[in-house]
Each structure stands twice: as C-alpha cells, then as structure tokens.
C-alpha cells in the first residue's frame, strides 16, 4: 500500500502579495470638511449662526461671490486670471442705473448691461490672446479702465433704483428664496453642465491643462481663451445687476475687494492657479466658506482689522487641505527634514566643488601603478 506524501509547493517567484485597496479622499471631500468644520465653529461660536435669518443673510451675500467666483472659475481654468470683475460689476450696477432712471425698460437695460460687460471682458481676451499682454497686467488695466467709466457716468453722485419691476427681479423673493440665490444656482447648475458634458467644457480643461498640445490638436485655443474672458465679463455685469437690485442703488464704489474674493472662492474650492483642474460647484463651496467665515466674525464682534488676518489664516488653510494631498505633503516635507541621510549620502552633500576639483585627482590604485612602473632613463 503506497502512501502519497503531500509536499509544499513553493510559492511562485512572481506572486506578489495582494494589496487592500484604500481610497483616499479627494479635493472634494476636504472641501466638504473645511465646510462642516467652519459650520460647526460658528454654531459654537454664536447661538444666532442657525437662525434662518442668519442662514438667509450667509446665502445673499455669498450669492455675488458665487456668481464672480465663478467666473473668475472660467478664465483661471484657462490659466489666467480675471481682476476686473469687480470693477466691471460696479459699471453694471451704474449703467443699469442710469438708464431706469431715464425710462429704459427693465429687459432692455438688462440687456444693454450684460452687453457692455461682456464688451469689457472682449477687450480682455483681445488684449491677452493677440496684444500678447499677460493676463494679470491687461486685467488690472481693465480694473482701472472699468471703474474710471463708471465715476464718469454716475457723475459724482449715486444713482437711487426706484424701479419696482427691476427691484422684484434681482431683489425680491421667490417662494422661500431670495432671487439672487436663486440666480446663483441657475449660474452654478449652467456653468458645471457646461464644463462636465459640452464640447467647449472640455476644451477649456484641455487649454488649462496643456495649451501647446491643446494648439497641436487643432482645439481652437484663442477662440476659447476669449471666449472665457467674455463669460467672465458677463457674469460679473450679472453680479453687478444682482448688487444693484440688494443695494437699490447704482455706485462705482461697490464690487471693492470682490477680486480678491472671487479669487479666494476659486482657489479654495480647490481650482488650480496653473489651469486645468476645479469645477464650479466647488467654487460656489469656496464661496460660502468665505461667507460663513466673515458671518461669524460679525457675530463675535471682531473689528474689521483682526477680519482680514483670521479671513486670510483660514483661507490658507482651507487652500492647503483642499489642494490635494495637502496633509500628506506635510507629513513628507517633515519626514524628509527630519531624517539623518546615511554616512554615503553626507559624504556626497560635501559640495560639488570639491567633488569638481578630485576629478583629476589619481586614484589609489594609479598612484601604485605609477610607483611600480620603471622610468625609462636616456642613454
């Protein structure tokens, strides 16, 4: 009777260990985070910060910021930059103005506003695509030029909106909600159904991501880059409008700061200043966060000066987590400066200047070679 003996097989050689899976959270959900995280500090903060008034406020006035934020979403994907759109949105709410108060109609100075802004941001892309200007330097020139234009045709003074039609549509309700809410939502929805799904989304993203290999395939990249410097015009004459209808009133002085704002909603909902990458939803996120954090400072009666250190604090901080791999960045930047190299590794960090100058230097083994090879003497 045979036995059979069950011997081990060897593992193969090329077997590898599977490996568990585990997803990492992305931009989105840091995003998220910062969001819930700066809700929670203001509900501790203030008894009022969950009030449905307080909520309502939040929501007007990050409404604004929304819609330049995501503008200002459109040209920075195209890796540029947009610092008029305040300015251009103070225009608005002046050119709007002026013209109610000579008895235009509400349609047609709607119109005429949102045209004159989208003008402005055609002279954007113009100056940037085929005057070869920088995007920041044609912008800040458009700032001025934009804000200039609005002094002169409000003539001094501000010009009060007494237009109730004009005042239901961007100051009024609808239902429960403000309609300039409402109006941010429909930019919001607009602009991420754009970016996602139409041909000119993908070939902003593609423009933002690699413009030389975008040229190389044919894309038509000047077309789009002005393409985004008119959008961004238009929403800011829309933001304008949305700014004349809460302040009843239209002033070159409005839209200060609002640059800056838009800019800060688009970076920390996690936009990439080199192009490429964000979407508008995040930037709308972006732009509550900064609402949120100077919502809650008003509650706590911090002055305006201490507002714009703790804003930019936070600010940062909510960039460097939702910038991607933000903490893990941290941890290999602390490991790498904490860590002792190996002694091969501190002889090479000697300078390579001296490395340089042992390069002719002779080896131990050719200085043997030269003492026990015989000179040649002449006869």
Do not use: W
């Not at 349609?107 to 402005?120: P, Q």
């Not at 044609?138 to 005042?167: C, D, E, K, P, W």
């Not at 829309?238 to 970076?267: H, P």
């Not at 400066?337 to 300078?351: D, H, I, K, T």
């Amino acid at each position: 009777m045979s036995k059979t003996l069950n011997t081990p097989t060897a593992p193969s050689p090329t077997a590898r260990p599977r490996r568990r899976f585990i997803p990492r959270p992305g931009p989105q959900a840091y995003l998220l985070l910062v969001f819930l995280a700066v809700g929670v500090v203001g509900t501790l903060a203030s008894p009022y910060f969950l009030t449905a008034r307080n909520l309502e406020n939040i929501a007007v006035a990050a409404a604004v910021v929304a819609v330049l934020g995501v503008a200002q979403f459109i040209v920075i994907v195209t890796r540029g930059i947009d610092l008029s759109v305040g300015s251009i949105a103070a225009l608005s709410t002046v050119i709007a103005a002026v013209l109610l108060r000579q008895g235009v109609g509400v349609v047609a100075t709607i119109v005429v506003a949102l045209l004159s802004c989208a003008l402005a941001g055609l002279v954007n892309g113009v100056m940037v695509v085929y005057a070869r200007i920088t995007p920041f330097v044609a912008t800040l020139a458009m700032m001025s030029i934009a804000r200039g234009v609005a002094f002169i045709v409000q003539v001094g003074t501000l010009i009060v909106i007494s237009n109730q039609q004009f005042m239901q549509l961007f100051g009024g309700r609808t239902g429960a909600l403000p309609n300039v809410v409402l109006i941010a939502l429909v930019v919001t929805l607009a602009a991420a159904f754009a970016m996602k799904f139409s041909p000119i989304g993908r070939r902003l993203y593609a423009l933002g991501g690699n413009p030389e290999a975008a040229r190389l395939s044919g894309l038509p990249v000047n077309r789009d880059t002005v393409l985004a410097y008119v959008t961004s015009g238009f929403l800011a004459g829309l933001a304008g409008l949305m700014l004349a209808g809460r302040l009843s009133q239209g002033s070159s002085l409005v839209g200060q700061g609002y640059e800056l704002d838009s800019i800060a909603a688009a970076v920390v909902g996690g936009t990439s200043l080199f192009g490429g990458t964000g979407d508008p939803i995040s930037t709308v996120l972006g732009a509550l966060i900064i609402g949120m954090i100077g919502n809650i400072m008003n509650l706590v009666g911090i002055q305006s000066e201490p507002q714009l250190v703790i804003r930019g604090l936070v600010i940062l901080l909510a960039v460097f987590l939702t910038s991607g791999n933000g903490i893990q960045r941290l941890r290999q930047g602390a490991a790498g400066f904490l860590r002792r190299p190996p002694a091969g590794e501190r002889s090479g960090l000697m300078g390579s200047g001296l490395t340089a100058a042992n390069d002719d230097a002779p080896t131990p083994s050719d200085a043997a070679a030269q003492q026990t090879t015989p000179r040649r003497t002449g006869h």
